[in-house]
């Protein structure tokens, strides 16, 4: 199994917001978490990925516990992390976002080879190389968040809301590359989303959280067609797929 989570509570003061929750993800997955805004998402994949510390439980990556490490070792370890809302450096260009990617690497002879594979998959990205990517679109500094985790060579890629505020077709087009990433290069891949529609038909395995716990779990192409989850979390539009409830501020 790459990727065990075992009991994880994460805690903000007195509010509790990840609740006893616990998962896996084996080697070539694509494991998709959705749930209304406010449900525990992001504050779980942050526990992961060494950005808030969990009050208890444990992570385990290939084995090994990396449970409260900083986020420079749990990216040695071997995670990549899309954050929410891009996070970009508007004031580097758009290779000087992408080397901030290989920061943590101790082996940097294959750089450029790994350069022109990202460029390869976003093509767009290699002729602004020398842009700002302040002046780049949403959907174009998507991509850069995208290839800046690539560039850490991780074994788990694990992404926040890629689709947030991105138009219908450039959400098409990041989803067909982590597709494309997962069946060409066997990319593990974990996915928080809530555009749960547009997961749930990529990805292999999910977990619905509510209010911080585990509701539901189960192979994804089977929870497309679960009347429940339909009813709670897919919307009537399922080109546009986005969870019904009201938004919320996710913890």
């Not at 504050?43 to 992961?48: E, F, M």
């Not at 071997?78 to 992408?98: A, D, H, T």
């Not at 190389?129 to 290839?147: H, N, V, Y």
């Amino acid at each position: 199994m790459l990727l065990k989570v075992e009991n994880l509570n994460v805690y903000y003061g007195h509010i509790h917001a990840v609740k006893e929750v616990s998962f896996s993800l084996a080697e070539g997955e694509i494991v998709a978490v959705v749930g209304s805004n406010g449900a525990g998402k992001s504050s779980t994949i942050k526990a992961l990925c060494g950005l808030v510390k969990p009050r208890s439980g444990k992570i385990f990556l290939a084995g090994s516990d990396i449970t409260g490490l900083s986020s420079e070792r749990i990216v040695r370890a071997g995670i990549g992390y899309v954050p929410e809302g891009r996070r970009v450096f508007p004031q580097m260009s758009v290779l000087e976002n992408l080397m901030v990617g290989a920061y943590a690497r101790r082996d940097k002879s294959t750089l450029a080879s790994e350069l022109e594979t990202i460029y390869g998959y976003f093509p767009i990205l290699a002729q602004r190389r020398d842009q700002l990517a302040a002046g780049l679109s949403g959907g174009e500094q998507q991509m850069l968040a995208l290839g800046r985790a690539l560039m850490t060579r991780p074994r788990l890629l694990v992404l926040d809301e890629p689709s947030l505020g991105l138009a219908p077709i450039i959400v098409r087009q990041v989803f067909a590359l982590l597709q494309r990433l997962n069946r060409e290069e066997g990319l593990a891949i974990l996915l928080v989303e809530q555009n749960a529609y547009a997961a749930l038909r990529i990805a292999h395995f999910a977990i619905v959280l509510e209010t911080g716990t585990v509701r539901l779990r189960g192979r994804a192409a089977d929870m497309v067609k679960d009347p429940e989850v339909q009813a709670l979390y897919l919307g009537s539009n399922e080109g546009t797929g986005y969870l019904s409830t009201r938004r919320q501020s996710d913890q």
